[in-house]
């Protein structure tokens, strides 16, 4: 704790979790909690992209924790820092700095990590981003992990928990995907099958998302209980991490929770998902226009965005 690194802009890798449209936050209905009056925002935040804001501040701040916000529009007071290596987990690519979370999130990842040390092959966890050490939006990469209660989780079954910084920074993650993402290929196995269905089961767990054809792949597998099912999401990418996100901590009332997953093991609607990868539709015509993406400013965020980034 209290380390201070500089924010490395270290190149988005194979493990990042972007994509324009990965990790659906809920941005667009982040308005209703109510942004910053532009007159409220210091002279020196305004006209600034809050990515370089948040991007520089190397330590949490000193308030009691609390996530303020959406997903991929907010920020986090108070967050914790996993700590770099412990009994059953490795923190990665320490150089980008985002081993930082609400102190659900930490606990959370601690006791995943040891149910996967608990696996044949596997000592635990390697885990990827969590969220900078204010949150907020970042200088590469996604868009969601913003306010302290996303996580990104290896598919790497960690073999030894003795990296050095410099291997944590040069080693891969595997991909677990074929025909894109259509199907697993060998690399997935049932210790990862363990590891997510252990996750989804958590009560403090909103979604994950993962690739099609692993969604596919559990739902086939399992001849239980499936009601943990629905919480497994079928997302772009996520095939070399599964990215874990956590409702909002009881009590914080200024965390904006996505909407509802829908109703059932969410099973057909992965099925449908992997044959348009299979026999891709013809684009609709009628389709809108992307709308193009804008970097977020302070006056995009909670007013209490503006407090956390001033905090000692
Ligand atoms: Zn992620």
């Not at 909690?33 to 949490?60: C, D, N, W, Y």
């Not at 684009?283 to 209490?304: S, W």
Request: proline share 10%.
């Amino acid at each position: 704790m209290g380390r201070k690194i500089a924010l490395g802009v270290a190149a988005w890798l194979l493990v990042g979790c972007a994509g324009a449209a990965s990790d659906q936050g809920g941005a667009g209905a982040a308005m209703s909690l109510g942004t910053v009056a532009p007159q409220s925002v210091p002279a020196s935040m305004q006209g600034v992209e809050a990515r370089q804001l948040f991007g520089k501040i190397p330590e949490g701040s000193a308030q009691p924790a609390e996530p303020f916000g959406g997903y991929a529009r907010g920020c986090i007071a108070g967050a914790v820092q996993l700590a770099e290596t412990g009994p059953t987990w490795q923190a990665m690519r320490l150089s980008r700095n985002r081993n930082w979370g609400h102190p659900d999130t930490i606990d959370f990842v601690e006791r995943l990590s040891r149910f996967a040390a608990t696996q044949p092959g596997w000592e635990g966890l390697y885990v990827g981003d969590i969220s900078q050490p204010r949150g907020g939006p970042m200088l590469s990469g996604h868009r969601s992990h913003q306010n302290g209660m996303d996580v990104d989780i290896w598919m790497l079954p960690p073999k030894r928990l003795d990296l050095t910084r410099s291997e944590r920074e040069s080693i891969s993650s595997i991909s677990l995907r074929r025909a894109g993402g259509a199907y697993t290929n060998d690399n997935w196995s049932r210790q990862h099958f363990e590891i997510l269905r252990a996750a989804a089961k958590d009560p403090r767990m909103e979604r994950i998302f993962i690739f099609p054809g692993a969604k596919v792949a559990m739902c086939d597998m399992e001849t239980g209980d499936r009601s943990w099912l629905r919480k497994i999401r079928p997302w772009w990418g996520h095939h070399y991490h599964f990215h874990v996100r956590l409702n909002c901590p009881a009590g914080a009332r200024h965390c904006e929770a996505q909407d509802p997953i829908p109703p059932g093991d969410g099973c057909a609607e992965a099925r449908e998902w992997v044959r348009n990868i299979l026999h891709p539709p013809p684009p609709d015509p009628d389709a809108p226009p992307p709308i193009p993406r804008r970097e977020l400013r302070m006056t995009d965020l909670p007013g209490q965005c503006v407090s956390v980034l001033q905090s000692p």
